[in-house]
């Protein structure tokens, strides 16, 4: 796969943690200042407007505009339309992360909602219990550059941190970065709907989702790298779906993440999410091209990795040098370390590992490898005279054990509501980083420490 130096230098950036992920202001950039007062409000010079509601705030905003929320609850749903001199560059971020609260407990719709505004930044904010409607907590539509950073989103009835049909053709890739979702009914991260998506998903963390990360049809430059996801039912799905555009999902890159006990049947699900194989890592469910390594995969009760047929065959994927670690324990047909069912054509696998006690050894599949059919590079028997090779076939017990797995005969399901809130997660360091100056913002630091708490 060939990718765009710049995304390969981001990617490298992000890689590492080194990133910051702070847009800087356009000239003449202004900004607009929202407190609801649950938490209460900073002092501002007379005359200054406050707004007390985020989509009030957002109902001024032009191009290149910033919308700067103070701590407190948001009991509302805001949609962000083109219109008014708005159709790019709008930057939304919250003081504190776990202090701008977006409520959806009365709200129809989305807790942010950006509908076909490019180059949007939504960062460093809480959503949760957004049930009806669309019901995300974040959420980026039809949009050309999206960025969702420092979020939290628990509690709602689809996705936590959603992009739909939404890539970035410019040099900079879009971000979703320093999120973490739990207890949404799809899953905690979702990029989709983009055969391009130009897209990085990295240092974020993902847990009781009925799929820690989805992403139908989606691919092409699309990196998942240096997360964490965990106790899902499944930990990370890139998948097929005949009913949404360009199909089959093909081309993403799992690369460096930690995915640990994704073996949760009490998991909220939704639509076909609801029939989410219980005790897989990774799945790739009808898709073609991508790329598994350098993960550390444990304590998977069923598969570590899964190629398996959704409306499509699992085509031309590679598994790589990943760790896995006390996976394929329940002594099921078809458990292993990577497992292939039998429509899987041209699947390859090579130097990966089994680390259970530190000694590694080789990596289990089903079908087993005694002959180096399914390797990907030279010791491939049949390399030498058909180029890439011809890999063997997948297993049909692999399709069996996968089918009663997700009609909840092996594996039922039984979600009794959420689980608590989840604590404090990391909030940005310096919220007023790369804004332009304003009364909450005096050289370039808060003027007061945000609370933390929204209020009541």
Known sequence: MRIRPALAAAVALLSFGSMTLHAQAAPHSRVILVCSGTAGCPSTPAGTPVYKSIAVGVSHAQNGDWV????GYYREAVTIQPGKGLSSGLHIRGMQRNGVVLDGSKADGSGIHVLGVNNTWVENMTGQHYKTGSSN????????????????????GDYGVYAYNSTSSGPTPSTFAFDYGSWNA?????????????????NSKSEKNALGY???NAGGELYLINSEWDHNATGILPNTLTSEPDPPQ?????ADNYIHDNNDSDVPGSGITGIAPVGVGI???????????HNVIANQKHVGVLLQWLFTPPVNNQVVSNTFIKTGTSGSPGDADIAIDATGVNNCIDHNVDGVGGKDGSATVDPPNPVGLTNCGDSNPLRANAGRGVYSPGDPVVDVESALNAAGITEPKNYKGPGKHPEAQLTMANPCAGA?????????????????????
């Open 68 to 71: 700067m929320v103070w701590p």
């Open 137 to 156: 907590a974040f959420y980026w539509t039809g949009v050309d550059g999206f960025w969702g950073n420092y979020l939290t989103a628990y509690d709602n």
């Open 186 to 202: 799809d899953s905690g991260i979702y990029v989709g709907g983009c055969s391009d998506c130009h897209t990085v998903v990295t």
């Open 214 to 216: 989805s992403g139908t």
């Open 250 to 254: 093909r081309g993403t890159t799992i």
């Open 283 to 293: 799945g790739l469910a009808g898709g073609w091209d991508n790329i598994v390594r």
């Open 436 to 456: 332009p100056a304003n009364p909450w913002c005096v050289n370039g630091r808060p003027i007061i420490t945000p609370p933390t708490s929204p209020g009541r």
